[in-house]
């Protein structure tokens, strides 16, 4: 694992090709989810894909130029944050909600059974998902007690 001061260093650095040192054997989202505390898996492949690489292209294959857009995509993503540049997102797989950015997320893009839906209004965003999610979690919630009641009442009856 790797100290704070190394992880402030990496991040406050601006020599090219700092990230060079930590060759891993492990994708750069795998890598920086655990080296790195706040980003989030989704947000390491989103960094990835800013850099133009493969998500699942290894710390340790990583040539000069690999390293010089990823240090490039995350100086872009420590700039957007700093400056308070944020467009709120809830993310859908189908029609239900999977997940939530408050960056915009570009990793499924492509696929028709993803979209997401952008917000101006943070209040507005976390009502819309957490109340969604509420509203999953009561009818699951109900589901699995009529299936008890079900079970319970055809047990009775035998």
Do not use: W
């Not at 990823?70 to 944020?86: K, N, Q, T, V």
């Not at 969604?132 to 009529?146: F, M, P, Y």
């Amino acid at each position: 694992m790797l100290s704070s001061g190394k992880i402030t260093g990496l991040l406050g650095r601006q020599k090219k090709n700092s990230l060079r040192e930590f060759r891993t054997g492990k994708p750069f989202q795998k890598f920086s989810s655990a080296a790195f505390s706040g980003l989030s898996p989704m947000q390491a492949r989103e960094i990835t894909l800013d850099a133009g690489l493969p998500i699942d292209k290894d710390m340790d294959s990583l040539s000069a130029s690999d390293f010089e857009s990823l240090s490039d995509a995350i100086r872009r993503l420590r700039l957007r944050i700093s400056e308070g540049d944020f467009s709120p997102q809830i993310l859908y797989e189908n029609e239900k909600a999977f997940d939530f950015s408050a960056l915009p997320v570009q990793q499924y893009k492509g696929n028709p059974a993803f979209h997401a839906e952008d917000f101006r209004s943070p209040p507005n965003f976390f009502s819309q998902y957490y109340g969604g999610k509420e509203k999953e979690d009561r009818v699951r919630q109900k589901s699995t007690d009529l299936k008890k009641a079900v079970h319970y009442s055809f047990g009775a009856c035998q």
